[in-house]
């Protein structure tokens, strides 16, 4: 029973007990007066038994009503079925109602209350019924959508939040004194060795900052525009690592119209090249392709760095985190002795002529 009070209280989204405490007396106390002809010229004594009746009908309709509710919400849990939850819970409820009402409503001709009034009309009662559940549903209803888009709101926050986190952590990447060290070395290097090669590398290098400032404040992109950034970022990588660093891509075209969470596959790249030996001797293998889950997976063999540079740890609880905000899935990691591998759930089509399932291959892509 205590496991049900909770549940319901989940699901309204508010604990309504004190509402429903007051609000049957003070409704079976105003119907008779608004709805029955009754007036407390009468004494309040000889209008107790009305309101005693009221009362009961008050409650009756009021927890049959509010049982109805749950169980629509539970039955229909996804905003998307918000007009078939709200059609099914009114006919629902006014089946009950009715119901109910047809079936009390003789009580009151039998008890014979009033001398003057003795019983509603089945039209008045009908119509003082349904007109209570509705005030009653309506309220359950807004405080539901207003939970609702408050905590729209607060993941909205929140989810701006993980971007702007992301986004800082992979700017952090890309220009602390490291990161610019190599960068810079490898560029002088070129220019003297191969300068043509020194023009592409400077144009990916600005290739790579410009998605970061195009995408700031998207929360997802079509998994194409991330490939053509993360080729970007690969050029530079290998660029530097040459033979040590090895990517293979194998991505079906029909995927590349499905949306990711933006710099996703990057900062996975990153994690990878930072915490293993990448050499010539014992190069890095990275893949990435989709699996029989429709996800995205970049896996890389393990031969992790003896000593580490230090983590704020924003990687992949990042990328973890704005997928549950986004989609309500996690982000799945697997860890063997021979290979790390992280999947990246796809989130949906920005294009309506990819909508079907997506097709899995082996479509190696550069």
């Known amino acids: 029973m205590f496991k049900y009070f909770i549940t319901a209280k989940n699901i309204l989204g508010f604990n309504d007990l004190a509402f429903r405490l007051i609000g049957v007396p003070v409704i079976g ?23 005693v009746m009221t009362s009961i009908y ?12 749950i169980q629509a919400r539970k039955r229909f849990p996804d905003a998307a079925d918000t007009n078939i ?23 009151l001709e039998y008890l014979n209350i009033d001398s003057d009034r003795v019983t509603p009309t089945p039209f008045e009662a009908n119509a003082a019924s349904l007109i209570t559940v509705a005030l009653c549903g309506a309220i359950y209803e807004s405080v539901y959508f207003l939970k609702k888009y408050q905590t729209a709101a607060i993941e909205t926050e929140q989810l701006k939040k993980e971007n702007l986190l992301s986004q800082l952590e992979t700017l952090k990447n890309q ?5 610019l060290f190599n960068s810079l070395n490898t560029l ?19 290739k790579v900052y410009r998605y970061i400032l195009e995408i700031r404040d998207n929360q997802t992109v079509t998994l194409q525009e991330e490939l053509k950034a993360l080729n970007a970022y690969i050029f530079l990588l290998k660029t530097r690592f040459d033979a040590g660093l090895q990517v293979e891509i194998n991505i079906p075209e029909a995927i590349k119209q499905y949306l990711i969470v933006p710099l996703s596959l990057q900062i996975l790249i990153e994690n990878a090249v930072k915490h293993n030996i990448v050499s010539a001797q014992r ?9 029989a889950n429709h996800h ?66 082996k479509n190696k892509t550069t």
């Open 296 to 361: 995205i997976v970049v896996k890389n063999n393990l031969q992790k760095k003896n000593q580490t540079m230090p983590s704020t740890q924003l990687g992949l609880q990042n990328i973890d985190n704005r997928y549950r905000l986004l989609t309500g899935q996690s982000i799945e990691v697997v860890a063997t002795l021979q290979s790390f591998s992280v999947s990246l759930p796809l989130i949906g089509t920005a294009d309506p002529t990819f909508a079907t399932t997506p097709s899995i291959g």
């Open 29 to 51: 106390f105003v119907l008779p007066l608004i709805f029955f002809g009754q007036s407390l010229s009468m004494g309040l004594i000889n209008y107790l038994p009305m309101w």
């Open 175 to 179: 220009v602390n004194p490291h990161f």
């Open 85 to 107: 939850k709200l059609m099914w819970q009114i006919i629902a409820m006014l089946i009950f109602t009715l119901s109910v009402c047809n079936i009390l409503n003789p009580l």
């Open 283 to 291: 190069p890095l293998c990275l893949e990435i392709f989709t699996d």
């Open 188 to 206: 002088s290097a070129l220019i003297h060795e191969n300068p043509d090669l020194a023009v592409e590398f400077v144009q990916k290098l600005s």
């Open 58 to 69: 008050s409650f009756i309709y009021w927890e049959g009503n509010r049982f109805i509710i």
